[in-house]
DNA sequence: GTCTATACTTTGATAGAC
DNA sequence: GTCTATCAAAGTATAGAC
């Protein structure tokens, strides 16, 4: 792995558990091995060009492994339980550290920087695309398979900060359940309509 | 407003706003017009106790406001639909600022200060048992109450963070729509079982 | 109790030797 | 490209006059 991968992965991680303000530069480059002068070899503008690419590299690393528990299953609706009781066990296993990767960032980058914002908007977006694609394909009409997307991505996130802050895989079974029944009833109004 | 007053509230909304680690004490201080010293005086323990006082004051403050607008339709769903339409509004309005007061902070502190981290789970443990008590009210077991109340908590949560990074309100509906369609089928199971 | 000045640390960022 | 030394600014925290 070569230099600027290791910085990347290091803000990354330290990022995804830590948050944007509560990682330092010089953290990064320890915990990364590189020396300090690197970052700016590397990502000329600093901060904000290293976490947008740190960012882009969680999201896409996170969609696939998402991607990989849903399909997976032989069953689309079993592949969505299984996000929810894998990400369980990640953050049982982690003592509720490893949950979404880019969450606190996009949280705290939202009012206060705009070009970081729009990374994490279309990190969101390619989400919410990625799962609202795999409800079309099982039969919703675009619309619906949108909307469910949504709520899909949205229970994860809000699960994840219950569960972090409580310390209980609870919120993550207990938000899931709502979803899947919804895109369950979403698949059965659809096979009434047009059954295939 | 006395000064402790003010301090706290100024904290409040700028750790709202901007988080943890991006809000600073002398930003506080003057938002709030005290002297930087009394930051110190009123908070000996420093940045964390005037934090847990902020995290306090905000959470009781949203739950009050939550239960006053489900508390003011007549109905119980109605009441519901009306917190994620009026969180929508709110966002709109305050240009994707004013969303959960201590979402961003919770994640931010969930892996780095155990102190804040149980504070804020105590805030999300009231948040929950007001949800749940109410939909006990209405006929559900204590049990399905309770994971109903996390999961319209987690509905709100991440579609927050999603309605903030996209700065839209899409997530919003699209989160509360299966929540609130898993009480209305809970509620009819429980009128089947035992109609009051 | 109020307020100012300051100490100490860490931050993001830069310059320049190698 | 690698690495070190250093800068100016901002962070938390403290001391002490009033």
């Known amino acids: 792995m070569d230099t600027r991968e290791?910085?990347?992965?290091?803000?990354?991680?330290?990022m995804g558990r830590h948050g944007y303000t509560g990682t330092g530069l010089k953290q990064i480059a320890a915990e990364s091995g590189a020396?300090?002068?690197?970052?700016?070899?590397f990502f000329p503008d600093g901060k904000t060009e290293l976490t947008a690419a740190a960012l882009r590299w969680s999201g896409e690393g996170y969609q696939l492994l998402v991607e990989g528990v849903i399909d997976g299953e032989a069953d689309l609706l079993d592949g969505?339980?299984?996000?929810f009781e894998g990400a369980a066990e990640v953050l049982i296993a982690s003592d509720y550290a490893d949950a979404c990767p880019i969450e606190t960032v996009a949280l705290e980058v939202a009012s206060t920087d705009e070009t970081l914002r729009l990374v994490t908007a279309e990190i969101f977006a390619n989400?919410?695309?990625s799962a609202a694609s795999r409800?079309?394909?099982?039969g919703l009409d675009h619309d619906e398979a949108r909307h469910l997307g949504i709520a899909f991505i949205s229970a994860l996130e809000g699960a994840f900060v219950l569960s972090?802050?409580?310390?209980s895989p609870e919120p993550m079974y207990a938000a899931g359940r709502p979803v899947v029944d919804a895109?369950?009833?979403a698949l059965a109004r659809?096979?009434?309509?047009?059954p295939s």
Chains 1, 2 share one sequence.
Do not use: M, Q, T
């Open 35 to 41: 020396p300090f002068g690197s970052i700016y070899h």
């Open 6 to 14: 290791r910085i990347v992965n290091a803000a990354a991680d330290l």
């Open 135 to 138: 409800f079309e394909a099982a």
């Open 164 to 167: 972090r802050a409580l310390k």
């Open 190 to 194: 659809a096979d009434r309509r047009g």
């Open 183 to 185: 895109i369950v009833a």
């Open 80 to 83: 969505l339980r299984a996000c």
């Open 127 to 129: 989400w919410i695309e």
